[in-house]
T-cell receptor
Framework: DAKTTQPPSMDCAEGRAANLPCNHSTISGNEYVYWYRQIHSQGPQYIIHGLKNNETNEMASLIITEDRKSSTLILPHATLRDTAVYYCIVSDNNQGGKLIFGQGTELSVKP | DTGVSQNPRHKITKRGQNVTFRCDPISEHNRLYWYRQTLGQGPEFLTYFQNEAQLEKSRLLSDRFSAERPKGSFSTLEIQRTEQGDSAMYLC???????????FGPGTRLTVL
């Protein structure tokens, strides 16, 4: 079973920041937080991952709370092409790298 | 295009027939994963390989399913005696060792009539 809880859907205005929350209250010390997204009819796409510290790359920022029980994925300037299902996943290297997906958050970016 | 290819992209078959799907990962990636995704659900892990060794199989992978990666490069997933419940998108992903970033292919959509 997935170890994360996400809202089923969110809306965001084009050009605004999209903040997607994820709850992972049972995360263990060696588990990473990963974010993937899946645009309709495509395979999932890796976005970002982190352990304790906040992370940023060209696609997004990941903010992890100090107790690591929740995190937020931030898309700083959402575009229509960011409309997708976003998955928050926790996993450690002892699980062989397999990903356990939950239901994700369906983000709709509107003009 | 992630560099992971899957063939065929679509397959329609009748119940009871056997089907085989192929996945070609990114060439230097030693890990290869298979997932299944039904409508409205997130992908479900099926199995994974490190090089040619199959290291884990999900309980979802019944004895009608078999996967191979004979030379540690491409992989095949075969479903014998297909059932309507096998209708799904079958996704393949590859990665370098156990790093976080898995690259997914476009998937093979199976429809069992």
């Amino acid at each position: 079973d997935a170890k994360t809880t996400q809202p089923p859907s969110m809306d965001c205005a084009e050009g605004r920041a999209a903040n997607l929350p994820c709850n992972h209250s049972t995360i263990s010390g060696n588990e990473y937080v990963y974010w993937y997204r899946q645009i309709h009819s495509q395979g999932p796409q890796y976005i970002i991952h982190g352990l304790k510290n906040n992370e940023t790359n060209e696609m997004a920022s990941l903010i992890i709370t100090e107790d690591r029980k929740s995190s937020t994925l931030i898309l700083p300037h959402a575009t229509l092409r960011d409309t997708a299902v976003y998955y928050c996943i926790v996993s450690d290297n002892n699980q062989g790298g397999k990903l356990i997906f939950g239901q994700g958050t369906e983000l709709s970016v509107k003009p | 295009d992630t560099g992971v290819s899957q063939n065929p992209r679509h397959k329609i078959t009748k119940r009871g027939q056997n089907v085989t799907f192929r996945c070609d990962p990114i060439s230097e990636h030693n890990r290869l994963y298979w997932y299944r995704q039904t409508l409205g659900q997130g992908p479900e892990f099926l199995t994974y390989f490190q090089n040619e060794a199959q290291l884990e199989k999900s309980r979802l992978l019944s004895d009608r399913f078999s996967a191979e990666r004979p030379k540690g490069s491409f992989s095949t997933l075969e479903i014998q005696r297909t059932e309507q419940g096998d209708s799904a998108m079958y996704l393949c992903a590859s990665s370098l060792n156990r790093v976080a970033e898995q690259f997914f292919g476009p998937g093979t959509r199976l429809t069992v009539l």
